[in-house]
């Protein structure tokens, strides 16, 4: 913090002695200046070693002095906000995590949730041409709503979903999914499990606790995923 502001600090001091340097705004900050102010701008770059670099840049009006401290106060507090940031991003919703049957007896993975809404976790029969697609196909079965009365529901392998929250067992349910909810250009989904999750941090494990032969030594994907055409739920 104390390197940043000392370079508004000298960005603010060099300001003051008119030695800043000037640019000619392009077409986008003309159209800015019509509405920040009249006349050109000058740009104050700063810039902090974090695990990113980040350039900050700051518009000031050069005809209205009296503008700048409260720019300057703006540019310590985004500043300061850039430095609280976790090193590492959250990561992103949907993402997978391979799950090889017959090898693999479970799959944990963290994740931090942001919106209160339903959350599911999906079981991926991924392909990537044709020939895999047909495998896959027949390993997923039809739509989970028809399956039954079609007789081709897939294979059916159990899960055992535990959500932790902190060291409390949030949610662990155990479930036979069949048939498939959806398909992308490669995968076919069979949902899992899905559930209502509040912003929080949590660890979640899935357990495979019987797995047909056939499934032995295929690569799926478990997802954790939420469908953006939901509405977020209330508090």
């Not at 929250?165 to 048939?179: A, D, I, K, S, Y």
């Not at 899992?192 to 929080?200: G, R, S, T, V």
Request: with cysteine; proline share 6%; hydrophobic share 40%.
């Amino acid at each position: 913090m104390k390197s940043c502001r000392s370079g508004f600090d000298r960005g603010r001091q060099a300001t003051e002695r008119g030695e800043m340097e000037e640019r000619e705004p392009d077409a986008d900050n003309r159209s800015r200046g019509a509405v920040w102010g009249r006349g050109g701008g000058s740009w104050v770059s700063s810039r902090k070693q974090l695990k990113w670099r980040a350039t900050i840049w700051l518009f000031t009006n050069d005809q209205n002095p009296a503008s700048q401290p409260l720019t300057l106060l703006f540019a310590r507090v985004l500043c300061a906000w850039l430095l609280l940031l976790p090193a590492q991003a959250a990561t992103q919703i949907p993402f997978s995590v391979p799950l090889r049957f017959g090898s693999d007896k479970a799959v944990q993975f963290p994740v931090d949730v942001t919106r209160h809404r339903y959350y599911q976790i999906d079981l991926v029969f991924a392909f990537n041409d044709q020939e895999q697609r047909i495998a896959a196909k027949r390993l997923a079965g039809e739509p989970t709503r028809i399956c039954k009365p079609l007789a081709d529901c897939g294979v059916t392998p159990s899960f055992l979903i535990t959500v932790r929250l902190g060291t409390n067992v949030f949610l662990r349910e155990e479930t036979t999914p069949v048939g498939t909810a959806g398909f992308s250009s490669n995968g076919f989904y069979r949902v899992i499990l899905k559930f209502a999750l509040k912003p929080d941090h949590y660890d979640i494990a899935v357990e495979v606790t019987s797995s047909p032969a056939e499934l032995a030594n295929y690569n799926a994907l478990i997802e954790f995923t939420t469908d953006p055409r939901s509405s977020d739920l209330e508090n």
